[in-house]
């Protein structure tokens, strides 16, 4: 079945450090996304992203479709951006179906 | 505004009870979505639904019902809830177009406990 893989699982930074996470999927997709799950497990919409780069204040997301992976790069982090971090594809079938998966996400822990 | 909201947040319950949770999406999006979130924190989607009908129905215990009496509202329906049904229960909407899934937004999740 289609999988979606993401990279590292765990993650610590020192506060303004950068950092990049990774997704890797295994088939085409018709949608990306990367979402933020707060510590109050809010899912928070970064980026709608099936191809190309998209930058939001100190977020920034490219996805190369054709080598089916996507990136979202933190800079300057800080102790906000804790939570996990989760991209998901979906795939569009035949009869009027379809396939929305989930990575396992990346716990972030920014340390003050 | 709330964009994509559900009801209750919390629900605690009894082994064998049957429960409704309820979504509502004012964003005039065709496609709404229920999520399952594991004690893992893994994202699994249960259940999709384009303008009124079921696009997606992965391997869910008939248990599982889901209605959908709008396009603003998905209702997810547990019967017989059972221990390994405590999750957090995502809704989420969308706008499908041409087969395309959309940017999809959730609602605050409902924190269910079967006691």
């Known amino acids: 079945g289609i999988q979606v893989e993401q990279s590292p699982p765990d993650l610590i930074l020192q506060e303004g450090a950068n950092s990049t996470l990774r997704c890797n999927f295994s088939?085409?997709?018709?949608?990306l996304q990367w979402f933020h799950q707060n510590p109050w497990g809010q899912l928070i919409n970064l980026f709608y992203?099936?191809?190309g780069t998209k930058q939001n204040g100190r977020l920034s997301a490219t996805t190369v479709a054709t080598e089916r992976y996507s990136l979202l790069y933190i800079s300057s982090s800080q102790t906000t951006d804790s939570g996990v971090y989760f991209c998901?594809?979906?795939?569009?079938?035949?009869?009027?179906?379809?396939?929305?998966?989930f990575g396992q996400g990346t716990t972030l822990q920014v340390k003050p | 505004d709330t964009a994509v909201s559900q009801t209750p947040k919390y629900l605690v319950t009894q082994m064998g009870n049957d429960k409704s949770i309820k979504c509502e999406q004012n964003?005039?999006?065709?496609?709404m979505y229920w999520y399952k979130q594991d004690s893992k924190k893994f994202l699994k989607i249960m259940f999709s639904?384009?303008?009124?009908?079921?696009?997606i129905n992965e391997t869910v215990p008939n248990r599982f019902s889901p209605k959908s009496p709008d396009k603003a509202h998905l209702n997810l329906h547990i019967n017989s809830l059972e221990l390994g049904d405590s999750a957090v229960y995502f809704c989420?909407?969308?706008?499908?177009?041409?087969?395309?899934?959309?940017?999809?937004?959730f609602g605050p999740g409902t924190r269910l406990t079967v006691l």
């Open positions: 989420a909407s969308s706008q499908v177009k041409r087969g395309l899934y959309n940017e999809q937004f």
């Open positions: 964003l005039g999006h065709d496609t």
């Open positions: 998901v594809m979906g795939a569009y079938g035949s009869g009027n179906t379809g396939k929305l998966i």
């Open positions: 992203i099936p191809s």
């Open positions: 639904y384009n303008n009124k009908e079921l696009i």
């Open positions: 088939d085409s997709v018709n949608n």
